[in-house]
């Protein structure tokens, strides 16, 4: 569903990715890991289509068979892209109903889109004060990633990437977000992008692969990530 051919991404003429082949198949589960710096983001920022990161000429990247590279974010959201970032953003005077709304355009109604987020914010554990409040004004850390979850949740995303969604979470919101994640799976794709083996005790992906300086250096199952945490980064050949 996802294809990634000879992706090299640079940020102000620096090249960050450094041609990167791999097919995301419909319905699976990819974790993500790599040392700091190693490019996890920058990959995530580039499916998404960041404007500051520019692919290379000979670089193509596929959803379902057409090739993304020339669109726009928005359009890229509009095929079925959604990417939760590491760090999200609070959003002054807007709510998040008013957010999704917007993004539905009309696909569905908002009483509809406020009772997804609500009975979806029961099943995260997020108060209904933070899910009326503006978008992540004052919201720690961890709710701010429960948010992300939820509006990829109403938005009915095909392809969802979660860039770190573990981190700064405590052990009870990470078991609720994943095992939401679990229940909402359907045929979705999910790529996970974390640091740690705990989110996958949980996820369960399919395959883990490991990104260092820019590249794919390995691929596995779950027991690759079970290697870097006992071993460390130093044990990928
Ligand atoms: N705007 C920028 N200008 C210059 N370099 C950048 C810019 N954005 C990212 N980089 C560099 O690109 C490299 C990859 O960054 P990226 O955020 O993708 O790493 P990461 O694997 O997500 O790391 P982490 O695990 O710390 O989140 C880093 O060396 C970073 O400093
Ligand atoms: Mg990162």
Known sequence: MLKLKNLTVSIEGKEILKGIDFEFEKGKTYAVMGPNGSGKSTLAYSIMGHPAYEA????????????????????????????????????????????????????????????????????????????????????????????????????EKKLLIFDEVDTGVDVDSLKSISNFLTKHKEDKTYIVITHYNRILHHLKPDYVLVMIGGKLAKIGGPELAKQIEDEGYGSIK
């Open 56 to 155: 290379g000429e000979e670089s193509r990247i596929e959803f379902n068979g057409t090739n993304i590279l020339d669109m726009e974010p928005d359009e890229r959201a509009k095929e079925g892209i959604f990417l939760s970032f590491q760090t999200p953003l609070s959003l002054s005077g807007v709510k998040v109903f008013q957010l999704l709304q917007l993004a539905l355009n009309g696909k569905k109604d908002p009483l509809q889109i406020r009772n997804e987020a609500k009975k979806y914010a029961q099943e995260l554990g997020i108060s209904e004060e933070l899910l009326n409040r503006p978008l992540n004004e004052g919201a720690s850390g961890g709710e701010r990633k429960k948010m992300e979850v939820l509006q990829a949740a109403v938005l």
